[in-house]
C-alpha cells in the first residue's frame, strides 16, 4: 500500500472506530494527505478499494448499520468517486458512508499500520 494511502486508510479507519464515518471526512483526509493536488480523486479512489478488497470496511447506504453497496471493490471505488463528483467533492453529509469492519478496527490497532 503506498503511503499516501495508508496514511488516509488509517485516519478513516481511526475516526470509525467510534462511529460510521461520512464522505465528507474521505474527502478532507485526502485533500489534507494530497495537498489539494489533482491527484486527490485517484488517492480517494485508492483508498475506498484498500478498504474494501482489504475487508477493513463496508461503504454504502446508511441505515442501523451500513448497507453495503454490492459490486467489486473497483465497482465499489469507482462508485463512490463517482459520488464524490456528483456532489461537487462537497457532500456535506450526504452519499455514502463508511463503517470499519472487526478487521479495520484491528488495522488500527497494529504499531506499523500495514494491511
Do not use: Y
Not at 47 to 74: C, F, N, Q, S
Request: with cysteine.
Amino acid at each position: 500500500m503506498k503511503p499516501q494511502v495508508r496514511h488516509v486508510v488509517s485516519a478513516v479507519l481511526t475516526e470509525g472506530t467510534d462511529d460510521f464515518v461520512p464522505l465528507d471526512t474521505l474527502i478532507w483526509h485526502a485533500r489534507a494527505t494530497a495537498g489539494d493536488r489533482l491527484d486527490c480523486p485517484g488517492l480517494v479512489h485508492d483508498v475506498a478499494l484498500a478498504l474494501v478488497e482489504g475487508g477493513l470496511a463496508k461503504i454504502g447506504e446508511l441505515g442501523d448499520r451500513i448497507i453495503p453497496w454490492p459490486g467489486t471493490p473497483e465497482q465499489v471505488a469507482s462508485r463512490l468517486v463517482a459520488q464524490c463528483a456528483h456532489f461537487d467533492w462537497q457532500p456535506q453529509g450526504a452519499g455514502c458512508w463508511i463503517e470499519n469492519t472487526p478487521a479495520g478496527d484491528a488495522w488500527v490497532q497494529r504499531p506499523t499500520k500495514e494491511a
